[in-house]
């Protein structure tokens, strides 16, 4: 057998030999799926999948159904899972001194989606700050700054084809919030949906991003450490480097 065949995925993923189009094409796509079963059900009213539980079960006319709030509680899982990714690859390379740069992405993005999950969970912007007498609008223009220093931050990590996901989260983000803010008093079922489904996209895309450079990142790091070591070729017994 050739050492070539006894490569695992990650390492043709460092070598670029996946199909890395059908990838980026899997990711951006895989978010209609959850979305689309939402909007064909025949058991209810779209919206009670993608309101707040919390907020659902109060206003909703019968109370309550498993399915409230199902597609927010996802959108809270994913930020949940991308925040520990980052500070869990943040912790590993301040432990091993490895990629400093890799590092600082990993912690701010970390601290950010940490945040941003306490956010969705807890409806910080929408309930509890403005009752603490911050405005909601406030609040949003503070997050449009943090996000505008994070893309600075992050910036060299925008040219390759994470970037992609990158910049379909932040017009994910924008949709949501631009509905939020032109339609706030708007209760239709279709404004609900697009906003949250928005917000869905651009959480899932984020996720994906993240996922993706420290990915990249930890691989190309790990490979470029490695020393150069000879193999031995069991059909042949040559040496191969």
């Not at 065949?5 to 460092?14: H, K, V, Y």
């Not at 409230?68 to 390379?93: I, P």
């Not at 600082?104 to 306490?118: E, H, I, K, Q, S």
């Not at 405005?135 to 910036?155: C, D, F, I, K, S």
Request: glycine share 8%; with cysteine; net charge negative.
């Amino acid at each position: 057998m050739a050492y070539a065949e006894q490569l695992t995925p990650l390492d043709r993923i460092a070598r670029g030999e996946w199909p890395t189009l059908a990838l980026v094409g899997v990711g951006l796509l895989l978010p209609v799926i959850p979305i689309l079963a939402t909007l064909i059900q025949p058991f209810s009213d779209p919206r009670w999948f993608y309101h707040d539980p919390l907020r659902a079960a109060e206003i909703a006319p019968e109370c309550c159904k498993v399915y409230f709030g199902a597609m927010s509680m996802l959108g809270v899982m994913m930020w949940a899972a991308t925040a520990a990714t980052c500070l869990f690859t943040a912790l590993m390379l301040f432990l091993t001194g490895l990629s400093p740069r890799l590092k600082r992405f990993a912690f701010a993005g970390g601290l950010l989606t940490a945040w941003m999950t306490l956010d969705d969970a807890f409806l910080l912007h929408e309930n509890v700050l403005p009752a603490l007498g911050v405005p909601q609008n406030a609040v949003l223009a503070a997050y449009g700054l943090l996000g505008l220093g994070y893309t600075w931050m992050a910036r060299s990590y925008l040219r390759s084809v994470d970037g992609i996901f990158f910049f379909g989260a932040c017009l994910g983000f924008a949709v949501s919030i631009g509905v939020d803010v032109v339609l706030l008093h708007t209760p239709s079922s279709t404004a609900i949906v697009v906003e949250d489904g928005a917000k869905f996209f651009g959480i899932w895309y984020w996720m994906v991003f993240h996922g993706a450079v420290l990915t990249r990142g930890l691989l190309f790091e790990e490979s470029a450490s490695q020393p150069v070591v000879e193999h031995a070729d069991l059909a042949t017994g040559h040496q191969t480097a």
